[in-house]
């Protein structure tokens, strides 16, 4: 530092003291007192500088003070991941390792749209809707909803931060490919009327934006305006009908949905549109017959159905009864054993009609078992397509099912592209019994449309050999995958596949249909390690399995996976299914492990039977070993429902903190069973301890934050707060409601302090 006299000064000079800067050194104002040292990655070559440069790579915006560092463009985040939930993907990622020395680091999302033949991508448009954003991120996660179905995408997860836009570099990102699954159509947004007469009215409308997969028939309701009980279903493959035997002068109200494998779609908004008034020459009166012909074929149906109802008793083996008789409605195109028929017209357009909501809505489905037909060829052409042999590629064998090998290959229907099946064959020399059975799980299979449960093409019947046609899974069973992978998934895709079974678990049992061998080795995994329900079958599927063993009541049950109730007294339910779902948990988390190890069946038989449980696999979520005990609750009924199961994990994958708490590794006992007590009796010091005892320990906190600190104040609870309090599984409940109770009995008898 020198110090400086301006030229000019002479007389009486005053000194101003000037500091000027070395190199490496700078001053922002003139009036500073001294030098500061430039701060890190800048520097000055020259003299007296007020400020430093950047070095290479390294930038300052605008805004930062000229004592702040030089910074850079974060690196790239890291350790992505993804959830496909039909046509939604949920991305979850680490923050990058360095932060270019900035605190405003947000994520930017590039999407990517790209054909699975060419390698070709293209930016994604304007249709998909990011949450809560796109750009701007401040959480490593985002959701992308609306995405086409079936679809290849690629997301880039760019960091970003206050000095990226000066960065003329590589962008620093990480990739995610993903394939969204299949999803319903998207309603039907235009629709035309067309040639309008004083009874019909002929309508045009144009296909979903997004149709999601191939369209296979819309769905067309239609009713009198302000008449909204009594309407009136059309089918079409067409886009486009004429609904005739209308009143003249009558305004009518139109909805239009559309069906892909995925199911239905939403309805369109509502088209009125008026039929002509009548003239002179037709009589109102003439112009009302086809409505009353309508109505009372309605009568008459509706008559039908009651007293097949009534009568069937002795006509059906399986299923009857006014479920089935709903049935006939859903499915109209069958033909039914117990007195009423199809309401099938043209085979490209069916109608049907529904007066006072008696009849259950078009799209519920139920499961129909093939047993009821007394044909049971004809259930297999009822739910599967007969495809032709020369259709089909057979590539190689991948695997042996019970009565033949299983192939992967390649089918080419007419006017759709070449795509990867797997064909389970027939092999030669078989009984008639066999290609029942065989055939059997074909017309299971062909009534399920969902996108965790396996899908069928069709089926060859006219040629031999006898063939299965299914979707193929790339990455087979998933007990064998699992093993092959040990420990290399992360926690979220793990519970990803669980809540892929459970949500199939959940369409089968909403159909009614009851799996009975449901168990790792049973569940496929694709390439998406996207999980389907596979391996459906009638008595045969409990025959086949090399894990089922036979019972003293005879019959072979799959004991290690099955509900106590079910081998005891063969009571096969969505319940005993739910204890089955718990046993796939634990295998899933466990990488594939064998439940019970080598414990003999009679043995795993006896420990659950007195109160023995599996323990929790290593590294075990809490919350997910909780939801397995909840699913091996000796009560049926306290065992949670698949809705909720899908729901929990839904919560669990939507708040990946809540997976952190691990089960405690001290209370992880390796080779034993853990002991899972009855609802305990017994003196409880705490409101803890009371619902530790009851396996109910997760909701101490929210007792406590409630008031309910003391087991005074617990003994109060009712089902109502309970519920206030966020105890919405029924099963929790009614533990804790059962245990308040047994606790109050107890008190009256002076056992328990309360
Ligand atoms: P299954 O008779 O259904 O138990 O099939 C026997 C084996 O064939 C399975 O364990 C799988 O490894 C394989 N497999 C069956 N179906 C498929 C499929 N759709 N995709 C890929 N592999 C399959």
């Keep these: 530092e020198r110090v400086l006299v301006p030229r000019g000064w002479k007389k009486k000079p005053v000194v101003l003291l000037f500091t000027v800067c070395r190199p490496g050194f700078f001053k922002a104002s003139p009036h500073s007192p001294s030098c500061s040292k430039c701060p890190p990655h800048s520097y000055t070559l020259d003299e007296a500088s007020t400020s430093c440069l950047c ?42 390792a360095d932060t270019g020395g900035r605190k405003d680091v947000s994520y930017y999302i590039a999407c990517k749209k790209c054909n699975s033949h060419s390698g070709l991508c293209e930016a994604c448009g304007g249709h998909v809707r990011y949450l809560p954003q796109q750009t701007g991120l401040k959480n490593t996660s985002v959701m992308m909803v609306d995405l086409l179905a079936h679809t290849n995408y690629t997301f880039e997860i760019e960091a970003v931060n206050g000095v990226s836009d000066q960065n003329p570099g590589a962008r620093q990102f990480v990739s995610v490919n993903v394939t969204t699954n299949q999803a319903a159509p998207s309603p039907v947004s235009s629709v035309k009327k067309g040639k309008i007469t004083k009874n019909s009215i002929s309508l045009s409308w144009q296909e979903p934006d997004r149709p999601n997969g191939i369209i296979l028939e819309y769905e067309i309701k239609y009713f009198e305006k302000d008449q909204e009980t009594s309407y009136t279903i059309i089918k079409s493959k067409e886009t486009m009908i004429t609904a005739d035997g209308l009143k003249p002068g009558s305004a009518y109200v139109f909805q239009i949905r559309a069906r892909t494998a995925a199911g239905y779609g939403g309805f369109s908004r509502r088209f009125e549109f008026e039929t002509s008034p009548v003239s002179v020459a037709a009589s109102s009166d003439q112009s009302q017959i086809p409505i009353i012909v309508v109505s009372v074929t309605v009568g008459v ?79 297999v052409h009822e739910f599967a397509k007969e495809i032709e042999a020369s259709c089909i590629t057979i590539e190689r064998v991948i695997g042996a099912g019970e009565f033949g090998e299983v192939c992967s290959g390649r089918l080419k229907l007419q006017g759709k592209r070449e795509f990867p099946v797997a064909i389970k064959t027939l092999k030669v020399g078989y009984t008639e019994k066999q290609r029942r059975d065989f055939l059997g799980e074909a017309s299971i299979m062909g009534q399920f449309d969902h996108p965790n449960i396996i899908h069928l093409e069709g089926v060859v019947t006219k040629s031999k050999p006898v063939m299965i046609v299914t979707e193929y899974m790339e990455n087979g069973s998933l007990d064998t995958f699992l093993k092959k992978n040990d420990g290399q998934f992360t926690v979220i895709q793990l519970v990803g596949m669980l809540r892929g079974i459970a949500s199939g678990m959940k369409y089968l ?35 086949d399995d090399p894990e089922a063993a036979y019972t003293t009541r005879g019959g072979k049950i799959p004991i290690r996976w099955t509900a106590p109730e079910a081998i005891a007294f063969r009571k096969f339910t969505s319940a005993s299914d739910v204890w089955s779902y718990g046993i796939v948990m634990w295998e899933v988390m466990s990488y594939g492990e064998r439940p019970y190890w080598e414990m003999t069946n009679q043995d795993v038989i006896k420990a659950v039977e007195e109160g023995y449980r599996l323990p929790s696999p290593m590294d075990c979520p809490a919350a997910l070993y909780q939801l397995m005990l909840d699913c091996w609750q000796k009560d049926r009924n306290s065992r949670p429902k698949f809705d909720e199961i899908v729901s929990m994990l839904d919560k669990l994958i939507r708040n990946p903190s809540s997976l952190k708490t691990l089960v405690n590794a001290s209370s992880r006992v390796s080779n034993l069973l853990v002991e899972h007590s009855p609802v305990g009796s017994g003196a409880y010091r705490s409101v803890g301890e009371w619902l530790e005892a009851i396996k109910m320990g997760r909701y101490t906190e929210i007792f406590m934050e409630n008031g309910y600190s003391s087991m005074d104040a617990v003994a109060q609870v009712t089902l109502e707060d309970l519920r206030r309090l966020g105890v919405t599984l029924v099963g929790h409940q009614k533990k804790i409601m059962n245990s308040l109770q047994e606790m109050k009995v107890q008190l009256v008898n002076g056992m328990v302090p309360l």
């Design 301 to 379: 149906i509706l008559l039908a159905v009651v007293i097949g109802f009534l009568l069937s008793g002795s006509c059906c083996d399986h299923g009857c009864g006014w479920a089935s008789s709903l049935r006939a409605v859903a499915y109209p195109s069958l033909t039914w054993r117990c007195g009423y028929s199809k309401a099938k017209q043209d085979p490209e357009e069916e109608k049907m009609h529904f007066h006072n909501g008696h009849i259950k809505l078009p799209g519920v489905r139920t499961y129909i078992d093939p047993h009821t037909y007394e044909d049971p060829n004809q259930a």
């Design 509 to 543: 049992s909403d159909m009614g249909y009851v799996h009975r061998d449901l168990a790792a080795r049973n569940i496929l995994i694709n390439s998406n390690l996207v999980c389907k329900v596979s391996d459906f079958g009638l008595s045969r599927v409990l025959e």
């Design 55 to 96: 070095e290479e790579h390294y930038f300052r915006r605008e805004s930062d003070p000229p004592t702040m560092a030089c910074t850079r463009p974060p690196s790239a985040p890291r350790s992505a991941i993804s959830n496909v939930n039909e046509t939604s993907v949920f991305l979850e990622w680490i923050p990058p």
